[in-house]
């Protein structure tokens, strides 16, 4: 399913639009979850989904918890291994960007696009996003992204938003990502990015010791991110360790 890589908990990190009402998020997650092709209806299905516990979540090097662990859950759907729909959630204190709020917010990503084999050992994905958050004060965004990886080692994601991060800007982000086993049930993984607000920019990345434990995934992560941009995340901290346990279903 679409990685949440680096959220410590992929897609890679997330300008303001203003408030939306509810419906608007409802209407937008009928678009991307109901926007299967008729001849998709007729293909098999598969489903997946996994859930995580971890200690902080990150967007793009910056926190978006002010306290407390972050639960995150998310499933996908596939059809005829090319096209794709899903979502992923995680309870989260504020939106990049914006005043600390609430502990009680929601963020949903849902998403859908297509996945297909571009050679032997080659996948590459090109999904539309919706960032969808609770509350009366939310700025929902959207977001178009382009991932290739090969042999599942390696990988790097282009994103590009025309109102990005729900702060009613141009964004775009590029990141890499290389995984290297270390053995049966260890690797180690190293990623890093950067993301451009307008003229402005800034740089994040992060690397992670993951241990299997039968259908249980224990991961350590270092994020690090420039100090100097960072701040127009209103997160005062350029350095962050984050454990995290997930399990697929």
């Not at 994103?159 to 049930?185: C, E, F, K």
């Amino acid at each position: 399913m679409q990685a949440k890589r680096g959220s410590s908990g992929p897609p890679p990190g997330r300008s303001g639009l203003g408030a939306r009402a509810p419906g608007h998020r409802v209407a937008l997650a009928a678009l991307i979850l109901g926007s299967a092709p008729a001849a998709a209806a007729a293909a098999a299905w598969q489903t997946n989904g996994y859930v995580t516990v971890a200690s902080d979540y990150l967007y793009r090097g910056v926190s978006m918890l002010e306290n407390g662990v972050s639960l995150q859950g998310g499933f996908e759907t596939r059809a005829d291994d090319a096209f794709v729909v899903g979502a992923w959630a995680t309870n989260v204190d504020r939106q990049w960007g914006y005043a600390r709020g609430s502990n009680e917010r929601l963020e949903a990503n849902l998403y859908t696009g297509f996945d297909a084999g571009c050679g032997s050992q080659c996948r590459m994905r090109v999904l539309v996003t919706g960032y969808v958050y609770s509350g009366p004060d939310a700025h929902d965004w959207q977001e178009v992204s382009a991932s290739v990886s090969l042999r599942e080692r390696i990988g790097a994601t282009l994103s590009w938003s025309p109102r990005g991060l729900g702060i009613g800007a141009r964004t775009r982000t590029v990141d890499a990502w290389l995984l290297q086993p270390l053995g049966r049930a260890t690797s180690v993984e190293v990623a890093a990015g950067e993301l451009w607000i307008e003229q402005r920019e800034y740089w994040f990345g992060r690397v992670g010791l993951m241990q299997r434990l039968d259908r249980w995934q224990l991961a350590l992560n270092y994020h690090v991110s420039d100090p100097t941009y960072r701040r127009y995340g209103l997160d005062d901290r350029s350095r962050r360790l984050v454990l995290s346990l997930s399990t697929a279903f």
